[in-house]
């Protein structure tokens, strides 16, 4: 146990100087690393023409402050609202500045945590004793993580680190949830990414599909796939038009939606799905989808 505690303590001391060490990096210097570190490939910034080498582009030269809103897991519902409709809205139970203020007796039997600021640390409540010390630990040292300084994505940076707790949406059949994600390029989505169970990456899915729900010719590496969709959506179409709204004027972005019980409910917005470095299978449709954003160079 003992051995355990310092292994751990070593691997945490370690990660703190790695962050505080990047921190100082320039942007363009550090992502030409991180690129060749997680890709094996050159990152081309002069004249990028993949779909990953695109992204790295614009996390340098794209940076609208409104993204820093859209990418905020509380100021987004306000966004969102206000484009679309508060009635697609997953409800809110509560947000806080820290994880002691939390009263896990004044919330309903089950609830999801997620932090603001940065992605990866959502936390299922199926019942509130799973609101465990070990789960109090995660979400403090998420708020105190610097997420931009990871892979730079700018619209991070600025967010402000707090917690939100929403309800736990469930269908009333008892079927998981399934993450409905549109690839918008220019305002208009070209491609579909569902996903189910990302909490557990042995058993996870994710597919790629065309936007007339056939396959398409290319999937990402990492992850096993669907044999075929898991669900189709009742409202396949206004989901189609709520991601073309949310994506309107912005070169590349990410619009999640689910279908839960018939009615559509906005998920989160994703300006560099892998940070930018997705594994492409087969390869070459990383710059097929590149070809697909339109850089404005000055």
């Known amino acids: 146990m003992i051995i355990r505690l310092m292994q751990l303590s070593f691997f945490k001391s370690v990660y703190i100087l790695f962050t505080n060490i990047c921190s100082i990096i320039p942007d363009k210097l550090y992502l030409k690393f991180i690129f060749r570190i997680r890709t094996g490939k050159k990152l081309n910034l002069e004249n990028p ?50 994880v002691a203020d939390i009263d896990t007796d004044a919330l309903p039997k089950e609830f999801v945590i997620k932090c603001t600021h940065d992605s990866g640390s959502v936390v299922l409540c199926h019942k509130r004793q799973e609101f465990t010390p070990k789960v109090r630990r995660k979400l403090n040292q998420a708020l105190k993580r610097k997420y931009y300084y990871a892979s730079r994505e700018y619209p991070y940076k600025n967010v402000r680190p707090r917690i939100v707790v929403e309800k736990m949406m469930h269908d009333s059949d008892g079927r998981g949830l399934i993450d409905y994600k549109f690839y918008c390029f220019h305002g208009e989505p070209k491609f579909l990414y569902v996903s189910a169970g990302l909490d557990d990456h042995a058993t996870a899915r994710i597919s790629f599909y065309n936007m007339d729900l056939s396959d ?18 009742a409202n396949y179409e206004k989901m189609i038009e709520i991601a073309r709204i949310l994506s309107k004027g912005i070169p590349f972005v990410r619009i999640d939606l689910y279908e839960i019980d018939g009615a559509v409910y906005f998920s989160e917005i994703t300006f560099s799905p892998c940070g930018g470095m997705m594994p492409f299978e087969p390869r070459e449709y990383d710059a097929v989808l590149g070809g697909y954003i339109h850089l404005k160079k000055e």
């Open 49 to 98: 023409e993949t779909f990953n080498e695109k992204i790295q582009w614009l996390k340098l030269h794209n940076r609208d402050k409104k993204y820093s809103i859209m990418v905020d897991k509380y100021k987004v519902r306000e966004y969102v609202a206000d484009k679309i409709g508060k009635e697609y809205l997953i409800p809110l139970l509560g947000v806080y500045e820290n």
């Open 216 to 233: 398409a010719p290319f999937q990402r590496s990492d992850y096993k796939h669907f044999s075929k969709i898991p669900r189709i959506p």
